[in-house]
């Protein structure tokens, strides 16, 4: 029972171009997400995160957008450029718990 | 000066075997977890230590036994090795139960 889930393992953009990362979740008590990423042999670092009272942070090139009515969230990012390319992970938290639960990760890849 | 250094980043063993993860975080952080990416690349938690006290316990196997000597310190044990334990391991810190986690580079357990 999967409660977050991004559906594109991969995604491939050229530099200069946006980016957007999908997750979707069920559990309707999540009320923080988050996004990581991840280079290989490197563990997640935190990128950007969003609370459920709200429905967009940014930070700098990277935008996170959150729908609760659909239960979506996305990543945004623009320009994009080759560094980004990475794993990128979405993660959530319920109201009263301290875990999070992870989605299975999407493949970035911007193409010079 | 790494933040979170789990070693060893590799792990080749026999089934049967007992084998040990070493975690160490330098980043004065209360909240230690021991995470699992399975061969799916879904990143799901094990064990999670505030102040050397366990307050997250999933549906691991009692051969995994994660030991606390110290807030800084988070240790997994593995008895019995099985196939099916072939992982890459991540180890984490965050700041009491904060969402934010600060990942090791994760140790990849491969179980013959």
């Known amino acids: 029972d999967q409660q977050v889930k991004q559906n594109s393992p991969s995604l491939s953009v050229q530099e200069g171009r946006i980016s957007i990362l999908n997750c979707d979740y069920t559990?309707?008590?999540?009320?923080?997400f988050l996004w990581y990423k991840k280079y290989p042999a490197e563990g997640p670092t935190f990128l950007i995160s969003?609370?459920?009272?709200?429905d967009k942070n940014e930070d700098g090139r990277f935008t996170v957008f959150l729908n609760k009515s659909a239960k979506h969230l996305s990543l945004h990012i623009v320009p994009s450029q080759p560094g980004d390319s990475a794993v990128y992970f979405c993660?959530?938290?319920?109201?009263?718990?301290?875990?999070?639960?992870f989605g299975e990760g999407t493949q970035l890849t911007v193409n010079p | 000066d790494t933040a979170v250094s789990q070693t060893p980043k590799y792990l080749v063993t026999q089934m049967g075997n007992d084998k040990s993860i070493k975690c160490e975080q330098n980043?004065?952080?209360?909240?230690m977890y021991w995470y699992k990416q399975d061969s799916k690349k879904f990143l799901k938690i094990m064990f999670s230590?505030?102040?050397?006290?366990?307050?997250i316990n999933e549906t691991v196997p009692n051969r995994f036994s994660p030991k606390s000597p110290d807030k800084a310190h988070l240790n997994l044990h593995i008895n019995s090795l099985e196939l099916g334990d072939s992982a890459v391991y991540f180890c984490?810190?965050?700041?009491?139960?904060?969402?934010?986690?600060?990942f090791g580079s994760g140790t990849q357990l491969s179980v013959l």
């Open positions: 969003i609370s459920s009272i709200k």
């Open positions: 230590y505030n102040n050397k006290e366990l307050i």
């Open positions: 984490a810190s965050s700041r009491g139960l904060d969402e934010k986690l600060f």
């Open positions: 993660a959530a938290k319920e109201i009263s718990g301290s875990r999070l639960t």
């Open positions: 559990n309707s008590m999540f009320d923080y």
């Open positions: 980043l004065g952080h209360d909240t």
